[in-house]
């Protein structure tokens, strides 16, 4: 299997969970949904281009390994959509401005909750299936190099601290190159044993000692831009073997 190597690093970061009236979670590892915005975002296309980003969500596989677990900020916020200076034309990086459309949730003082991950880091090994569609591995190698758009993780504010791809490796799994990549810097998750760090992966893959299931609901209907279904992964512990020179 081949797979890229990405390093999803920031001040703050977020991987959006299930939300709960106005208050927006996030949780530890990275969503489909997370990572097919990325990487549509880094090819350019655009946001109406639903059956595109479906089936580039539907072909994604990928393993995520805690680097760096960081801490939980939440950010109050409020705001009133309905000031004049809302309701203008806003900037983009396609040089088209963007109107606001208006409706209800235009008026009015909005209150809501959301959850930053602070200095948090996160490795993933992302493959494709089937790999030799378009866009293939390395179509999205050339796009992360040189994105058309600014990138974010997981919220616009949320700039990477560093490049996000690390390069590409081959292995017997998503969980054997996963653990081939020398760690982050900086202080592991608590709980991890020595030399070990905790994981998420698909159920088809072998690994960890005792991996515990885990439900995640982190696909997106892009159509109607609504987060759907749910969807089995595993998470353990896993060791890190590195080669002697990454030691």
């Known amino acids: 299997m081949r797979a890229l190597i990405l390093?999803?690093?920031?001040?703050?970061?977020?991987?959006?969970?299930?939300?709960?009236?106005?208050?927006?979670?996030?949780?530890?590892?990275?969503?489909?949904?997370?990572?097919?915005g990325l990487l549509a975002n880094a090819l350019g296309w655009d946001q109406g281009a639903f059956d595109r980003h479906d089936r580039l969500q539907q072909r994604l596989r990928?393993?995520?390994?805690?680097?760096?677990?960081?801490?939980?900020?939440?950010d109050y916020?409020?705001?009133?959509?309905?000031?004049?200076?809302m309701t203008g034309p806003g900037w983009t990086t396609t040089g088209s401005p963007q109107k606001r459309e208006g409706g209800p949730a235009a008026k009015g003082t909005h209150i809501r909750r959301r959850e930053y991950l602070e200095d948090a880091c996160v490795t993933v090994a992302l493959a494709l299936d089937p790999p030799d569609e378009d866009p293939d591995l390395d179509a999205l190698a050339t796009a992360l190099r040189a994105p058309r758009r600014p990138l974010f993780i997981g919220r616009k504010p949320c700039l990477p601290s560093a490049p996000l791809?690390?390069?590409?490796?081959?292995?017997?799994?998503?969980?054997?190159?996963?653990?081939?990549?020398p760690p982050a810097e900086g202080p592991r998750p608590a709980g991890a044993g020595a030399g070990k760090m905790f994981a998420i992966w698909p159920p088809e893959e072998e690994?960890?000692?005792?991996?515990?299931?885990?439900?995640?609901h982190?696909?997106?209907d892009w159509r109607n831009?609504?987060?759907?279904?749910?969807?089995?992964?595993?998470e353990?512990?896993?060791?890190?073997?590195?080669?002697e020179e990454g030691r």
């Open 207 to 216: 690994g960890g000692r005792n991996p515990r299931p885990v439900i995640v």
């Open 218 to 220: 982190d696909r997106r």
């Open 165 to 181: 791809l690390l390069g590409a490796a081959e292995g017997a799994g998503l969980l054997d190159i996963l653990a081939r990549v």
């Open 62 to 74: 990928f393993a995520a390994r805690r680097d760096r677990d960081g801490r939980i900020l939440e």
């Open 225 to 234: 831009q609504i987060h759907v279904g749910e969807r089995l992964m595993l």
């Open 236 to 243: 353990d512990e896993v060791e890190i073997t590195l080669p």
């Open 7 to 36: 390093r999803l690093e920031a001040p703050l970061m977020a991987f959006g969970d299930v939300m709960v009236d106005a208050i927006g979670r996030t949780a530890r590892y990275p969503a489909a949904s997370m990572l097919t």
């Open 77 to 85: 916020q409020t705001v009133d959509l309905g000031q004049p200076f």
